[in-house]
């Protein structure tokens, strides 16, 4: 019986080790919790773009939509979608906290209030 609960045991540690090896390499099937509010979409891509913004090219500065992007991956969040930067597009060409600058140039910076 001894020989069997060491066996279980160390299938069990096993296991956890395997878990642990295919979270960190991304196979994983279930997201790991740290990692989890790194993909953004949606609402939580705008707070986030906008706040990074804000913080790293101020009020009056103005941004690259690709040099943005850059901007959020570097602090290590991920984008949902199939394309990421399209969906970092689309979701601030929706928000109300930026504004484009020029027809197509590309450049936004944080809307102007008032």
Do not use: C
Not at 34 to 57: N, P
Not at 61 to 85: C, N, Q, S, T
């Amino acid at each position: 019986m001894a020989i069997v609960a060491g066996i279980d045991e160390q299938l069990a540690r096993d296991e956890h080790q395997l878990s642990e090896v295919e979270a960190v390499l991304g196979t994983d099937a279930q997201l790991r919790l740290e990692q989890s509010d790194l993909r953004l979409r949606g609402r939580r891509l705008e707070e986030v773009a906008t706040q990074i913004l804000a913080e790293e090219v101020g009020k009056d500065g103005e941004v690259h939509y690709r040099e943005w992007f850059a901007l959020l991956r570097a602090r290590g969040y991920l984008v949902g979608g199939k394309v990421p930067i399209n969906t970092f597009l689309a979701q601030i060409n929706r928000s109300s906290a930026v504004e484009p600058l020029g027809r197509r140039s590309g450049r936004y910076r944080l809307a102007r209030v008032g």
